[in-house]
Nanobody, 120 residues
Framework: QVQLVESGGGLVQAGGSLRLSCVAS????????MGWYRQAPGKQRELVAT???????NYADSVNGRFTISRDNTKNTVYLQMNSLKPRDTAVYYC??????????????WGRGTQVTVSS
C-alpha cells in the first residue's frame, strides 16, 4: 500500500510563490518517477512536472520557467517550487508516484490533492 501526503497549498496573490511537498511511504519501490499534476474546476487533470529517479525532468509548457520540481530520494519526497503564480494556476495539485523501471511499469499512485488558489 502506498501513501502520498501533500502539503504546502494555500491562497496567494498573483506574482507570489508557494512550495508544495509530497512524502511517499509504504510499498513504493522501485520508484521510476514522482511528480505533480493539477486539475482546475471543469477541466481534466493535467501534468505539471515530473522527475525520474535518474534526474530527468519534464514540465508543462505553461509552467516552464516558473515552476521547479525537485526530489529528495533519501526522504522519498518530491517538491514543487512555484514562482510568479498566476490566477490560471489555481487548481487542486496532486502528487503522483510511478512505480517501476524505465522499461517495466508497475503502476502509479495518487495523493489526495492540495488546493492552490491564486488571486488577481
Amino acid at each position: 500500500q502506498v501513501q502520498l501526503v501533500e502539503s504546502g497549498g494555500g491562497l496567494v496573490q498573483a506574482g507570489g510563490s508557494l512550495r508544495l511537498s509530497c512524502v511517499a511511504s509504504g510499498t513504493i519501490f522501485p520508484i521510476y518517477a514522482m511528480g505533480w499534476y493539477r486539475q482546475a474546476p471543469g477541466k481534466q487533470r493535467e501534468l505539471v512536472a515530473t522527475e525520474t529517479t535518474s534526474g530527468n525532468t519534464n514540465y508543462a509548457d505553461s509552467v516552464n520557467g516558473r515552476f521547479t520540481i525537485s526530489r529528495d530520494n533519501t526522504k522519498n519526497t518530491v517538491y514543487l517550487q512555484m514562482n510568479s503564480l498566476k490566477p490560471r494556476d489555481t487548481a487542486v495539485y496532486y502528487c503522483n508516484l510511478e512505480r517501476g523501471t524505465r522499461t517495466v511499469a508497475l503502476g502509479d499512485d495518487w495523493g489526495r490533492g492540495t488546493q492552490v488558489t491564486v488571486s488577481s
